[in-house]
T-cell receptor, first 111, second 115 residues
């Protein structure tokens, strides 16, 4: 069945450091891929998405490229800020609105 | 435009009781999905409703059920509560069903504690 494997956390970085959070997936067909972010006490917010192979999703300085050959969708940001501290979830959707989420990666950025 | 709202935000119940959670989607959204979030299992899909019909269902026991009303508001019910049902229950709405391109908008969740 479909599944998402996400890099274990927690991750702690200094402000302006480079961020990578790894995400790989297993799917039977051609899923859409998503990164969601969850700030403390809030629900999930869509950060970016890609709907087909080689698509690059980007938002707020974050980027992720849909790599079909490696079944990956790694999240990157060149220079993190304290305000980026949150939990990040990789997800896929292959069939309607049934999403499969990774376990989440907690990111803390220190000044 | 108002976001997805969930009520109540916090609930404390005891084993064996039942509970009903409510979700109001964004205006114009007709699809509502429910998820259970726990530290051990992460986010797991419960079910999705569209136009008052359940379209997809995750791998949860029959104690978990839901429904959707004609105004797209949805309720989720858990009967015979167990300690393991303690979780954050998230509701998400989207404009349509049947497409993996849809963005889901999440509510803040209902924190259920079972004692």
């Amino acid at each position: 069945g479909d599944s998402v494997t996400q890099m274990e956390g927690p991750v702690t970085l200094s402000e302006e450091a480079f961020l990578t959070i790894n995400c790989t997936y297993t799917a039977t067909g051609y899923p859409s891929l998503f990164w969601y972010v969850q700030y403390p006490g809030e629900g999930l917010q869509l950060l970016l998405k890609a709907t087909k192979a080689d698509d690059k999703g980007s938002n707020k300085g974050f980027e992720a490229t849909y790599r079909k050959e490696t079944t990956s969708f790694h999240l990157e940001k060149g220079s993190v800020q304290v305000s980026d501290s949150a939990v990040y979830f990789c997800a896929l959707s292959e069939r309607g609105n049934q999403f499969y989420f990774g376990t989440g990666t907690s990111l803390t950025v220190i000044p | 435009k108002a976001g997805v709202t969930q009520t109540p935000r916090y609930l404390i119940k005891t084993r064996g009781q039942q509970v009903t959670l409510s979700c109001s989607p964004i205006s114009g959204h007709r699809s509502v999905s429910w998820y259970q979030q726990t530290p051990g299992q992460g986010l797991q899909f419960l079910f999705e409703y569209f136009s008052e019909t359940q379209r997809n269902k995750g791998n949860f026991p029959g104690r978990f059920s839901g429904r959707q009303f004609s105004n797209s508001r949805s309720e989720m019910n858990v009967s015979t509560l167990e300690l393991g049902d303690s979780a954050l229950y998230l509701c998400a709405s989207s404009r349509a069903a049947g497409s993996s391109y849809n963005e889901q908008f999440f509510g803040p969740g209902t924190r259920l504690t079972v004692l």
